[in-house]
């Protein structure tokens, strides 16, 4: 079951904030945030187990609300470098084939 | 570590023409992962390997082959090449699936005409 990844497109101007946002129909196990850039591979930012737990690295944070099966990704005073695409991942709880299942992506644009 | 290498980076096929995709990995990773990515798309999950002589199918199996023989290596084959392959491949690896980061190789550009 893919996950849903809103909004779809976001431009920023330097120094501004967005969000992005993460659900899935289904009960979670963990999920995985990447980024890609154009013509490059995806690059690993974070997992979040069930639990909760809010992470962060330098600017970029994510939270994982369980009760919802909802993560949303932070991404605070962002800077020229932080465009490109952001894909979640998610696990889901049940299953024996823990397989990670990416959105569609949500394409990031900074602005200078 | 020269983490996850593919080979080759772009390749032109013709229709029902054969192929493999190499991938090698150094971390002695025990997950190994194909993905396809089509253009303005997510990646699907072609087939993934839980360790050597052990492979499964993942979401879009179809039209492709995988055999896992070593720890290291992981090659992706298609067989009588379609239009539809057309995209990019990823291989990755992992320690685990569920809790540890994949590591991606750079991709291998496939198109079928």
């Known amino acids: 079951q893919q996950p849903v990844q809103s909004p779809q497109a976001v431009i920023l101007r330097e120094g501004e904030d967005a969000v992005i946002n993460c659900s899935s129909s289904k009960a979670l196990y963990s999920v995985h945030w990447y980024r890609q850039k154009h013509g490059e591979a995806p690059v690993f930012l974070m997992i979040l187990l069930k639990g909760g737990e809010q992470k962060g690295h330098e600017k970029i944070s994510a939270s994982f609300n369980e009760k919802k099966q909802q993560s949303s990704l932070y991404l605070t005073a962002s800077q020229l470098s932080y465009s490109g695409t952001y894909f979640c991942?998610?696990?889901?709880?049940?299953?024996?084939?823990?397989?990670?299942?990416f959105g569609s992506g949500t394409q990031l644009t900074v602005l200078p | 570590n020269a983490g996850v290498t593919q080979t080759p980076k772009f390749r032109i096929l013709k229709i029902g023409q054969s192929m493999t995709l190499q991938c090698t990995q150094d971390?002695?990773?025990?997950?190994m992962y194909w993905y396809r990515q089509d253009p303005g798309m997510g990646l699907k999950l072609i087939y993934y390997?839980?360790?050597?002589?052990?492979?499964d199918k993942g979401e879009v199996p179809n039209g492709y082959n995988v055999s896992r023989s070593t720890t290291e290596d992981f090659p992706l084959r298609l067989e009588l090449a379609a239009p539809s392959q057309t995209s990019v491949y990823f291989c990755?690896?992992?320690?685990?699936?569920?809790?540890?980061?994949?590591?991606f190789g750079p991709g291998t550009r496939l198109t079928v005409t």
């Open positions: 390997s839980v360790g050597a002589g052990i492979t």
């Open positions: 971390m002695n990773h025990n997950y």
């Open positions: 990755a690896s992992s320690y685990f699936t569920d809790s540890y980061e994949q590591y």
């Open positions: 991942g998610t696990v889901l709880s049940s299953g024996s084939a823990r397989q990670l299942t």
